[in-house]
């Protein structure tokens, strides 16, 4: 079945880039998301790309998409403390209703 | 209130005991969404309501578990003769749709431990 594969655990100094890694199995996917999940919170939609698309930067944050390997990575430059979370990749499977998600990146940020 | 709503927040319960837990979705989202997230695990798709729809209940572990939306708003996730292995965060989202972005509001979660 579709599976979302990501790293369980990422470490980086405060000021340095993060990037998360995403792979997955369903090439029908349209939308890829990246979600976070701050301790003890739910989680919030963080951004998102369109299958068309390779690239989608948003101030500190850049998605790539390389549909052709079913990558797809998150880049958070400058990397600050407040973004110690954990961060889940998921994706459509064809339709809205239910999304595969992966395990999700747990990002430690050392001052 | 503004976001998704749980309760309760925790709950602890003895085996074999029924619990349910309650979910208020956004003001206006005709999508709501159960999952179940466990330690170590990523999240696991429980069931889907959309409108007056059958809800996909694909996702339920075992027919212990039930849910329901009354009136399209509130739902409630039913887990009876509770188990050890059921202990986990049970999180509700919500969702315009249909949605362009496929954007899910999520809440807090409720906590669930079976002892």
């Known amino acids: 079945g579709e599976d979302v594969e990501q790293s369980l655990f990422l470490s980086v100094r405060e000021g340095d880039s993060s990037v998360i890694n995403c792979t997955y199995t369903?090439?029908?996917?349209?939308?890829l998301y990246w979600y976070k999940q701050e301790p003890g919170a739910g989680l919030q939609l963080l951004t998102y790309?369109?299958?068309n698309m390779d690239m989608k930067q948003d101030q500190r944050l850049t998605v790539l998409l390389n549909k052709k390997d079913k990558h797809l990575s998150l880049r958070i430059a400058d990397t600050q403390t407040g973004d110690s979370a954990i961060y889940f990749c998921?994706?459509?499977?064809?339709?809205?209703?239910?999304?595969?998600w992966g395990l999700g990146t747990s990002l430690a940020v050392n001052p | 209130g503004a976001g998704v709503s749980q309760s309760p927040s925790n709950k602890v319960t003895e085996k074999g005991k029924d619990v349910e837990l309650r979910c208020d979705p956004i003001?206006?989202?005709?999508?709501l969404y159960w999952y179940r997230q466990s330690l170590g695990q990523g999240l696991e798709f429980l069931i889907y309501?959309?409108?007056?729809?059958?809800?996909?209940k694909s996702g339920l572990p075992s027919d212990r578990f039930s849910a329901e939306r009354t009136g399209g708003s509130v739902s409630t996730l039913t887990i009876q003769r509770t188990q050890q292995e059921d202990s986990a965060v049970y999180l509700c989202?919500?969702?315009?749709?249909?949605?362009?972005?496929?954007?899910?509001?999520f809440g807090e979660g409720s906590r669930l431990t079976v002892l």
């Open positions: 989202a919500s969702s315009l749709a249909p949605t362009n972005t496929g954007e899910l509001f």
């Open positions: 003001s206006g989202h005709t999508a």
């Open positions: 309501f959309q409108g007056n729809s059958a809800p996909d």
């Open positions: 369903d090439s029908s996917s349209t939308y």
């Open positions: 790309i369109f299958s």
């Open positions: 998921a994706v459509n499977a064809g339709n809205n209703r239910k999304l595969i």
